[in-house]
């Protein structure tokens, strides 16, 4: 077979997946009030899995006849992923991963809401015995970080303020996991982190902070959907967002017990989850403009850093309801 013929194959090949993908995120539900389920992309902490264990979005839904399906991740990005490629329906997400996914060729990513800024719920963090003192001292040494997650942009963020760039230290791209195991061995010097990784890592590996994210970054969490999805569903994401806020006010209200309710489905000390959780601001709304500024901000970094394949307008990807 020619090249050309290959390469022509493969597109024909591509363009059946693509279709593929189109059409199994709304052809289940065509001309529907109500789809027949909604899948929602949580990771192992925060108002998502607390919802998930009270069982109440179920029940709302029940009369309607959709059926809740939970989807677990360990960060942001492959779960942006997973709702890019229609695999789920919702998501919650740290502040820079729904950049790098609208960034994507053929994404359909919208922002549905946020969470308060909580910039203390992310930390550089050290092992305790370091000689690092300052963000500064990082240059020319290996940190940890997920790639494309809230803490990646934290990272440079506080390497420009303290007068560095990426290029001034060692990248070692991790997941959070193994991030903590490479600072515990001593492989890296340092982990951008968010909590509850980072309330544990202190709590556990006695760790310290060089820099919290206050007076560097925002530290939003967003709540993002499909175009297609949100236009369809609006009712659906008004029903999803209303548990969110009565499960954001129980745990605002009652922090241990939200921790010892977490730690019984996460199996994560309720100390660290309750640490965790007093750091961290509540109440989900649609984007203000000085939000939508932000994550302008975001993407305009990353684009200047060539860590985004392209120029993106954020005001583009905020869902406006119809009538609201």
Same mark, same amino acid.
């Given at each position: 077979m020619s090249k050309k013929r290959f390469f022509t194959a493969i597109q024909s090949l591509m363009a059946v997946a693509a279709m593929a993908t189109a059409l199994s995120g709304t052809a289940y539900a065509a001309g529907e009030a109500w789809p027949k389920e909604i899948t929602l992309g949580y990771q192992k902490y925060g108002p998502l899995i607390i919802l998930k264990s009270t069982g109440e979005l179920e029940k709302r839904l029940q009369e309607h006849g959709v059926t809740v399906n939970w989807?677990?991740?360990?960060?942001?990005?492959?779960?942006?992923? /997973?709702?890019?490629?229609?695999? *789920? @329906?919702?998501?919650?997400?740290?502040?820079?991963? $729904?950049?790098? =996914?609208? !960034?994507?060729?053929?994404?359909?990513?919208?922002?549905?809401?946020?969470?308060?800024?909580?910039?203390?719920?992310?930390?550089?963090?050290?092992?305790?015995?370091?000689?690092?003192?300052?963000?500064?001292?990082?240059?020319?040494?290996?940190?940890?970080?997920?790639?494309?997650?809230?803490?990646?942009?934290?990272?440079?963020?506080?390497? /420009?303020?303290?007068?560095?760039? *990426? @290029?001034?230290?060692?990248?070692?791209?991790?997941? $959070?996991?193994? =991030?903590? !195991?490479?600072?515990?061995?001593?492989?890296?010097?340092?982990?951008?982190?968010?909590?509850?990784?980072?309330?544990?890592?202190?709590?556990?590996?006695?760790?310290?902070?060089?820099?919290?994210?206050?007076?560097?970054v925002n530290n939003y969490a967003f709540y993002t959907s499909r175009r297609d999805f949100a236009e369809q569903y609006p009712a659906l994401l008004d029903v999803v967002l209303d548990e969110v806020r009565k499960t954001d006010q129980w745990i605002k209200d009652n922090p241990a017990e939200a921790s010892q309710k977490l730690a019984t489905h996460v199996g994560i000390d309720a100390k660290i989850l309750e640490r965790a959780l007093r750091r961290s601001n509540y109440g989900p709304e649609p984007l203000k403009p000085e939000v939508t500024a932000a994550q302008q901000t975001i993407a305009d970094t990353l684009l200047a850093v060539k860590l985004l394949p392209n120029q993106i307008k954020v005001q583009d990807a905020v869902w406006q309801p119809q009538g609201k």
């Open positions: 989807a677990e991740f360990q960060f942001g990005p492959p779960m942006l992923e /997973a709702l890019n490629a229609g695999s *789920l @329906d919702f998501a919650i997400t740290g502040e820079t991963p $729904p950049v790098a =996914a609208q !960034a994507s060729k053929g994404s359909s990513i919208v922002y549905i809401a946020n969470e308060p800024a909580s910039p203390q719920g992310e930390g550089i963090v050290v092992k305790a015995d370091s000689e690092l003192k300052t963000v500064a001292d990082l240059k020319g040494r290996k940190v940890a970080v997920a790639k494309g997650s809230n803490a990646h942009f934290f990272l440079i963020q506080a390497l /420009a303020k303290a007068g560095l760039t *990426l @290029d001034d230290i060692s990248v070692a791209y991790l997941a $959070p996991a193994d =991030a903590r !195991a490479a600072l515990e061995r001593g492989d890296v010097a340092a982990w951008s982190i968010w909590d509850y990784f980072y309330a544990a890592a202190e709590i556990q590996l006695g760790v310290r902070a060089l820099t919290t994210g206050e007076g560097i």
